[in-house]
């Protein structure tokens, strides 16, 4: 479930069944310069990295003290690892007490607020998302740093031939993929990386609308069984023209520069007992395990 910045939410806390009330306040990133022991204490080198700030507060709607401990949230991003945020960091009611986080207790009835911070990078604003109850499976409650409703990647489903925006990072990441004429094929000229396979066979055009020089990799849909994202094979391969291009990550002709369109037909081995129930979708790059948050293409070979 989905809530906006200034929406309450309920959450349980997962080990006592305690009750408590979150109110997101505010959301932001403040640059590495202000804060360079911090990222250095937690080995965030990267030359954009950043921080990235949530003030909420914690209502105990409980008949007993609760652990604040245990109403931290998880963070997800894009290009940055997900983890619990640090509310130790900045300065926090508690600190100034010299109490340690894990023993501050909330009484019954009471609101406290809270500020914490999770590293993360200058691409990470728009997916960036904190979720509670995080042993959850499904139905977890999130709060993203940029509503749905601004995203130009928003989740979705989308007809073939239909441009969808799968980068919406700074102005610097832009990335537009239309997907057509998308097939499955039992063989081809290529070689396969897996016996008892086929291929998927698709016409791509990605466009880069941003600064930076992006991979056509980064166009390539995801494979999804049963809500399950899978590894795409070694064997994928983009072909432009009569040219293969293999091994993108190495490859200079698989780089889109800004401003450029490259077009071509994609090939996707995948073993033939996912193949007939496989879908494609585009997973967001923060919540990539979220079905709800992807963006689906309409094609399903079993329809």
């Not at 204490?41 to 507060?57: G, H, R």
């Not at 931290?72 to 007490?97: L, M, R």
């Not at 509670?132 to 601004?150: F, G, M, N, R």
């Not at 073993?271 to 494609?280: G, I, P, V």
């Amino acid at each position: 479930m989905t809530y906006e910045i200034g929406e309450s939410f309920k959450v349980t806390d997962e080990l006592t069944d305690d009750p408590y009330e979150i109110t997101v306040k505010k959301i932001w990133n403040e640059a590495s310069d202000q804060h360079k022991d911090y990222l250095k204490d937690v080995d965030q080198l990267a030359d954009n990295a950043n921080l990235t700030f949530i003030t909420y507060t914690v209502k105990n709607l409980g008949d007993e003290s609760i652990s604040l401990f245990n109403s931290i949230p998880e963070f997800y991003a894009n290009d940055t690892t997900s983890g619990q945020v640090d509310i130790s960091y900045p300065d926090n009611g508690f600190k100034k007490e010299e109490k340690d986080p894990r023993d501050f207790e909330i009484k019954p009835n009471d609101t406290v607020e809270v500020t914490g911070v999770h590293d993360s990078t200058t691409y990470s604003k728009n997916t960036a998302a904190f979720t509670w109850e995080a042993t959850k499976k499904d139905d977890k409650p999130i709060v993203l740093q940029t509503s749905i409703k601004k995203r130009k990647d928003a989740p979705g489903t989308y007809k073939q031939g239909e441009p969808i925006q799968i980068l919406d990072e700074t102005e610097d990441r832009q990335l537009v993929a239309t997907i057509d004429n998308i097939e499955l094929k039992d063989e081809t000229d290529i070689e396969k990386d897996y016996d008892n396979s086929s291929w998927f066979v698709m016409d791509i055009k990605a466009e880069n609308k941003g600064k930076q020089e992006i991979n056509v990799q980064e166009a390539y849909p995801d494979l999804v069984v049963d809500d399950k994202l899978r590894a795409n094979s070694r064997a994928d391969f983009f072909k432009v023209g009569d040219h293969l291009i293999e091994q993108t990550s190495e490859n200079d002709q698989a780089i889109i520069t800004p401003g450029e369109e490259l077009e071509g037909t994609l090939y996707i081995n995948v073993l033939n007992k996912y193949a007939k129930d496989m879908e494609l979708y585009y997973m967001d790059k923060g919540l990539t395990t979220n079905i709800d948050f992807a963006q689906k293409l309409d094609y399903n070979p079993a329809h």
